[in-house]
């Protein structure tokens, strides 16, 4: 007797990434194709079962809204933009829960993750988050283990950094239910080079340039990172790394086209952009953990920087200030 087709639920959560759908659905289809029969059965929904829009704008249709009522077997969760509100949703958390108790399994997928996690789901497990992402949800779920990984898989439970990665997930998962052979099948009609295992590490910016720096700057950045709350002067840095500082600054410049002072600044905002758009801190709290001691200085440097106060800044939209970043 045939297997039953896996009954799949996408919550498609406002400002959700377009291509997460795609990513989720396609394989999914080919397996149905390539099979010739359905192995898997899939419905949309949104909050209220009105179209949900993407965060470009595009309005996706939705064939039912949370209150209808539905089993899955499994429920993929699609967020990307805008989640901290999402995250105080009783309503939504609360049947979040409820689909978890009758057995799906829950895929959060990019920023979805942190409604899971609000919803107590994740405790004790390991998160992968999106690495733009890390460093709010570490500070706001420290509960969860967060981890640059492309994805996780556990009892019960997957969570997606989002993107390419969501590719990956899914063909992990078909390879799992219905074969390797399958699964090799379908990224091969994807055009895809296999799957990536989920605990590869993210192709974060900087990444290969870090693998081909040198030496002495990798060790300054490494310094520089693990010390964003209390700084260190570069001239001790360059002390500790084996160079003189005037030798540092040249390895700046040749390498990152930027000095040693610019640059950890630069990683100081960086983090305090991340949880001014991705915690409920406060503003003070953040400038001290981002190594400010005076936070008039620090509001003059981010709107220098962002051309904001970091007090305007606290949503993570389509629309607010974004920190670019060195391929």
């Known amino acids: 007797m045939a297997q039953k087709p896996k009954q799949v639920g996408i919550l498609l959560l406002p400002s959700f990434a377009h291509v997460a759908l795609g990513a989720v659905v396609e394989p999914l289809f080919v397996a149905n194709w390539l099979a010739g029969r359905p192995l898997y059965r899939w419905r949309t929904i949104s909050l209220d079962g009105k179209p ?29 933009f805008d989640v901290k509100r999402l995250t105080r949703d009783r309503g939504l958390k609360a049947w979040l829960r409820r689909v978890a108790r009758h057995g799906a399994t829950i895929a959060a997928i990019e920023t979805a993750s942190e409604v899971a996690a609000a919803a107590g789901l ?35 439970r997957l969570t997606c950094a989002g993107h390419s990665a969501i590719f990956d997930m899914m063909l992990q998962g078909i390879a799992a239910e219905h074969g390797a052979d399958l699964a090799g099948e379908i990224a091969a ?9 989920g605990e590869d590490s993210q192709p974060a910016p900087g990444v290969k340039a870090r693998q081909a720096a040198d030496p002495v700057l990798e060790r300054a950045l490494a310094l520089m990172e693990k010390s964003i709350e209390e700084p260190i002067p570069c001239s001790s840095i360059a002390r500790r790394v084996g160079v003189t500082t005037r030798q540092l600054q040249r390895i700046f410049a040749r390498e990152l086209e930027t000095t040693p002072v610019r640059h950890y600044q630069r990683l100081r905002l ?36 962002f051309n904001c106060r970091p007090r305007d800044d606290r949503r993570q939209s389509v629309a607010a200030p974004v920190l670019r970043r060195r391929a």
């Not at 009609?189 to 295992?197: A, D, I, S, T, V």
Request: with cysteine; glycine share 6%; aromatic share 8%.
């Open 52 to 80: 949900a829009r993407t965060s470009s704008e595009i309005a996706v249709p939705a064939d039912a809204a949370i209150a209808d009522g539905a089993e899955f077997d499994a429920l993929y969760v699609l967020a990307s």
């Open 122 to 156: 994740l405790d004790g497990r390991k998160v992968a988050v999106h690495w733009d992402n890390l460093q709010g949800f570490a500070e706001s779920h420290p509960q969860c283990r967060a981890v640059a990984e492309l994805y996780t898989v556990s009892p019960g």
């Open 270 to 305: 960086s983090r305090a952009h991340a949880l001014l758009q991705q915690t409920d801190l406060s503003v003070t709290e953040i400038a001290v953990g981002a190594g400010f001691n005076s936070l008039e200085h620090f509001c003059r440097l981010y709107r220098r920087q």
């Open 189 to 197: 009609h994807l055009m895809l080079p296999g799957w990536r295992k």
